[in-house]
């Protein structure tokens, strides 16, 4: 591997060139949301794009660092607002660190055992995620939402947890601001 620079554009998040991006639709959301019925409507009226992630092609292998940035829209499925799907690290004992660069989110994350943390992302927040917290991010704000994430080349990414099991909390909008709520559909590991 040569060492690399690449450019992202600080206003939009995008990398023009280096990177391989990844689209995320509402058609590609499909129960993660409460509101399944909002999200039909959203699917059926124009599919809007969630979010994307521009990653920098480097191998998936241990010593070296992957790194990305993500852009989630703003926007509502009901009243829970536009966020990414959510992961584990395949391997757990992985940490990441985020820099939030533009926009107003919610950084949640999650043991496991169902232990929640909720941190806030704003230009310049430096967030790190330990090893073995899931975490998903949330645009609360009404700006695209972008950071810049850090994390071991070999890591790798587990969804499938967080489809069976959900997060414990959700992120909906009450009066115009962002509210943790118990996720009814939560369904805890034995
Ligand atoms: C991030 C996320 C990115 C998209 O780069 O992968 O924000 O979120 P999902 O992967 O949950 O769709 C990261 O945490 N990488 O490990
Ligand atoms: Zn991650």
Redesign the pocket.
């Known amino acids: 591997m040569k060492p690399l620079v690449n450019r992202m554009d600080l206003l939009t998040g995008e990398v023009p060139s280096g990177a391989t991006v990844v689209i ?1 639709r509402a058609s590609d959301m499909k129960g993660l949301y409460q509101n399944r019925v909002a999200l039909e409507g959203l699917i059926k009226a124009k599919d809007p794009v969630v ?1 994307q ?1 521009y990653n920098v092609a480097v191998p998936e292998r241990n010593g070296e660092l ?1 790194h ?1 940035v ?1 852009i989630i829209y703003p926007g509502k499925v009901g009243d829970e607002y536009f966020m ?4 584990f ?1 395949a391997r757990r004992d992985t940490a ?1 660190v985020y820099l939030g660069l533009r926009g107003k989110g919610k950084l949640l994350l999650q043991t496991e055992k169902g232990e929640i943390e909720v941190l806030d992302m704003f230009p310049g927040s430096i967030l790190y995620i330990p090893p073995y917290w899931g ?3 949330v645009n609360v704000g009404d700006e695209p939402l972008i950071f810049f ?1 850090i ?1 071991p080349g070999d ?1 790798g ?1 587990d ?1 499938q947890t967080i489809e069976a099991h959900g997060f414990r909390k959700v992120i909906v909008e009450r009066d115009g601001k962002p509210v943790l709520v118990d996720n009814p559909n939560y369904r805890p590991s034995t």
């Open positions: 995320r979010y992630v992957q990305c993500s990414t799907k959510g992961h690290h990441e975490h998903r991010t994430a994390y890591a990414h969804y």
